[in-house]
């Protein structure tokens, strides 16, 4: 047997295979996958006691919208939590009136920060301490919820015995660049956390999502709440690690028919947000962001150059995996309502988020730490709190 002596037919058939390997995975466990809004709501006579917690920090522009969607609830055994985190602008304010209004609503104001703790996950850790539910949910406080959202939530979760359900939002994204980086990011999430393996008990993979992480108040509890997390910019998924670890029952659903979210408003805005956690992604280890960086350009970006540049047998893998990551993107695209044309950019993404991972390493390792919202914490201290 005669081996090609084309050298790009290697690399064109390690792309094309793990293109299709992705893709049958990917394509399979998506079909596998449930929508919040077609599963049946929990009925009034059966459904248990609810507390939503949210942490708040200089929420002002958004928070009333948000925190009115859920107390418009159409669910009855219903409390809401929110902790003002030391917030410079009006947020306190605005909570405090729509607490007078509504006594389901209880605001509790933090004016310090504890050694040891970041700002966020110590006040998730605060809200869940004043809840009194069977179930606790933690949301952000720029989501806005359809009104039969809990219900349906806890519904799924009561019928199948889960401990743990995590659903994914639609992200409402202004412009061109955010709707093609938050697509191709949505599929990067879906390629590394396999949602649809969840529900086995025997897989490792795990999910959370800080816009709707609902969790059975005794299991949290058990799990040690927020704090085995304490340290961890990336809290959201690490609960949901926390709780698979545990042993307690994990599910995910889309929810972009239920819930939406503003992540950010600019491409700028974006790349700021993200140097908190991106590097927390990689677990502050370079030899993984390297790593990661290798496979995204061999199977994500090398295609789509090499198809206009080769011949024979290695353009026709190119092809085929470019082909396949364009279908891909064009799943993820219509899960969030944006034009699958924008597959095209895909490589374009790519770069930009290999881009964020390497500016987020950098910028922690030289900052020594992360600045987040007015507080530093240590890279030691962040590294530390492994989970």
């Given at each position: 047997?005669?081996?090609p002596r084309d050298p790009w037919f290697w690399p064109a058939l390690l792309a ?372």
């Amino acid at each position: 047997m005669t081996l090609p002596r084309d050298p790009w037919f290697w690399p064109a058939l390690l792309a094309a295979l793990s293109m299709a390997v992705l893709f049958a995975d990917g394509v399979r466990g998506a079909m596998s996958l449930r929508r919040l809004h077609r599963v049946p709501p929990v009925p009034d006579a059966e459904a248990p006691p609810v507390s939503v917690v949210i942490a708040a920090r200089d929420e002002e522009r958004g928070i009333e919208h948000a925190l009115a969607s859920v107390l418009t609830q159409r669910y009855g055994p219903l409390e809401v939590v929110v902790v003002d985190d030391r917030s410079a602008d009006a947020t306190g304010a605005i909570l405090d009136r729509m607490a007078a209004a509504d006594p389901r609503l209880r605001v509790v104001h933090v004016t310090e920060l504890p050694a040891g703790w970041l700002g966020k996950n110590h006040a998730l850790q605060v809200g869940a301490a004043e809840a009194a539910g069977d179930y606790v949910l933690f949301t952000d406080a720029d989501v806005v919820m359809e009104p039969d959202t809990l219900a349906r939530a806890i519904g799924l979760m009561r019928a199948e015995g889960i401990d743990h359900l995590a659903a994914a939002p639609r992200v409402e994204m202004p412009s061109l660049a955010l709707r093609v980086f938050v697509v191709l990011f949505s599929l990067f999430f879906a390629i590394a956390f396999r949602p649809w393996k969840l529900r086995d008990p025997q897989s490792r993979a795990h999910i959370g999502i800080g816009a709707f992480n609902l969790v059975r108040t005794r299991a949290y509890r058990d799990a040690g709440g927020h704090l085995p997390i304490r340290m961890r910019p990336d809290d959201d998924l690490k609960l949901g690690k926390l709780m698979k670890k545990r042993g307690f029952r994990q599910d995910f659903v889309v929810a972009t028919e239920s819930l939406r979210v503003e992540w950010y408003r600019t491409f700028g805005e974006l790349v700021r947000g993200l140097m908190k956690n991106g590097y927390a992604g990689m677990e502050y280890r370079l030899s993984w962001v390297a790593g990661t960086t290798a496979a995204h350009l061999l199977v994500f970006v090398l295609p789509w150059v090499a198809v206009w540049i080769t011949g024979g047998a290695a353009q026709l893998l190119f092809g085929a995996a470019v082909g396949l990551a364009f279908v891909m993107y064009a799943g993820a695209a219509r899960a969030q309502g944006v034009s699958p044309l924008y597959g095209v950019l895909f490589p374009v993404a790519t770069l930009v988020f290999l881009y964020i991972v390497w500016r987020a390493a950098a910028v922690t390792i030289a900052n020594d730490g992360i600045d987040w919202r007015g507080t530093h914490y240590a890279l030691d201290e962040l590294r530390a709190n492994e989970v």
